[in-house]
């Protein structure tokens, strides 16, 4: 089972910032946090991850929180591209997805 | 840019039929996958393979499922002998050698939709 909780789905406005939480209160020390999202049935596309500092990218922010038991991914200008299911994984090498947030960007 | 590719687009199969879905993984990737995803459910781990050695394997992995590198390009899901509920889309994925430092992300190709009648 996924080791991480996420709201079930997301709304933001389009050119607005988009905040994905994750709940990960149980990982270990040397488990990253991935986020990848997946666009309609498409194969999942990595966004970003992190450790224990925060992370930023052309894609995506994270903001990983000092005990490190959840995060927040930011899509700083969504845009209706941006709609899709948002991942938020721990662990090591392999991924363990679980349900996911359905973010709908909507003009 | 470099992308996992997966043939057939879609396969439709009889039950016990056996099947074989193809996959090219980036070509300097070291580390091959297999997910698969029900209609409608989560994208579930199948098995990763290492070294022309499966380095692990979900319990979905039983006995009717098989991996292959038959070539150095191709990598390759067998189902031996398909049930009703094997229908599902498959996703190959690859990545660079991973190091307890250094994550290296999985790159996922398009899928293949296994539909068993």
């Known amino acids: 089972d996924a080791k991480t909780t996420q709201p079930p789905s997301m709304d933001c406005a389009e050119g607005r910032a988009a905040n994905l939480p994750c709940n990960h209160s149980?990982?270990?020390?040397?488990?990253?946090v991935y986020w990848y999202r997946q666009i309609h049935s498409q194969g999942p596309q990595y966004i970003i991850h992190?450790?224990?500092n925060n992370e930023t990218n052309e894609m995506a922010s994270l903001i990983i929180t000092e005990d490190r038991k959840s995060s927040t991914l930011i899509l700083p200008h969504a845009t209706l591209r941006d709609t899709a299911v948002y991942y938020c994984i721990s662990g090591y090498s392999t991924l363990t997805f679980g349900k996911g947030t359905m973010l709908l960007v909507s003009p | 840019e470099p992308e996992v590719t997966q043939t057939p687009s879609h396969q439709v199969t009889q039950m016990g039929q056996e099947v074989i879905l193809r996959c090219v993984p980036i070509s300097n990737h070291l580390y091959f996958y297999w997910y698969r995803q029900i209609l409608g459910q989560k994208v579930e781990f199948l098995v990763s393979f290492y070294n022309n050695e499966i380095s692990e394997k979900s319990e979905i992995f039983d006995d009717q499922f098989s991996v292959e590198r038959p070539d150095g390009s191709n990598f390759t899901l067998k189902i031996r002998s398909t049930k009703l509920e094997d229908s599902a889309m498959y996703f190959c994925?690859?990545?660079?050698?991973?190091?307890?430092?250094?994550?290296?992300?999985?790159?996922f190709g398009p899928g293949t939709r296994l539909t068993v009648l």
């Open positions: 994925a690859s990545s660079e050698e991973h190091t307890f430092s250094n994550y290296n992300e999985q790159f």
């Open positions: 992190g450790l224990k």
């Open positions: 149980t990982i270990s020390g040397n488990e990253y």
